[in-house]
């Protein structure tokens, strides 16, 4: 089963500073049918404006994931850690049992970043903070591990949950392949470019809900820069 959810019918809210879409509920958006999938419980595509941010603020029991897809991202936290993620590149955050964060956009143009939130497997645990090049041509035509719960995915940022966070480019006319295990829980977006899963169109942003669907196949009918979140 695919669901598509097109850009155009996600929730959000416009900052000025920020310009923000939901996926998922989130803030005063709110969709009793899009509360999250699986134990994925926030998928935001945000667009920062240049020298603005989120100023710090705190988190609880969340593995949040920031893939930037443009510009780059300024984190500092209540650990000391202070770090600046390029685009193509990923952070981690494991808010365990508390942090105190802040993400700003520092460069001279736009930053565009996804931000997945997942639940853990377990609360209560000390915070941490990671981050890690990704680049783009290592992901040509094949999809590579950005961040993972399972100890077999040494290369990857670990997270603390039964999931896995993969990107690919793929180019136009071409086709990737992911192995979904069962009753897994797959979330799809294409950062740029238009593909097709399974059959499936999907433009650029929009996001794709999988579930019950073994291998996933998608060709590009574009250039595309794919994000996927496979979850137990």
């Known amino acids: 089963m695919i669901d598509r959810r097109p850009f155009a019918s996600l929730g959000g809210a416009n900052h000025g500073w920020l310009d923000a879409k939901h996926h998922f509920s989130f803030a005063n958006y709110y969709d009793p049918k899009r509360m999250g999938w699986g134990p994925i419980r926030v998928w935001n595509d945000d667009t920062i404006a ?3 941010g989120f100023p710090p ?4 029991d969340m593995e949040i994931i920031t893939y930037v897809r443009e510009g780059a991202i300024t984190h500092q936290d209540s650990l000391g850690n202070i770090g600046r993620t390029e685009a193509g590149d990923v952070q981690v955050m494991s808010a365990g049992s508390g942090v105190r964060h802040s993400e700003y956009n520092r460069e001279p143009g736009t930053t565009t970043i996804f931000q997945i939130w997942i639940e853990p497997k377990t609360r209560g645990a000390a915070p941490s903070w990671g981050a890690k090049p990704f680049p783009k041509g290592e992901r040509a ?3 590579v591990t950005l961040a993972s719960g399972f100890g077999d995915d040494a290369d990857a940022l670990p997270i603390r949950t039964d999931a896995r966070i993969v990107g690919a480019t793929i180019k136009a006319g071409e086709t990737a392949e992911y192995a979904l295990g069962a009753g897994h ?3 799809l977006v294409s950062a740029t ?3 097709e899963i399974n059959g499936v169109a999907l433009d650029a942003r929009d996001g794709a809900a999988i579930v019950d669907e073994a291998v996933i ?3 590009a009918t574009e250039d595309a820069e794919i994000v996927l979140v496979d979850a137990a």
């Open 50 to 52: 240049a020298g603005t």
């Open 57 to 60: 603020h705190p988190h609880a």
């Open 141 to 143: 035509g094949t999809f």
């Open 185 to 187: 829980h797959a979330y």
């Open 193 to 195: 470019g238009k593909v």
């Open 217 to 219: 196949r998608i060709t």
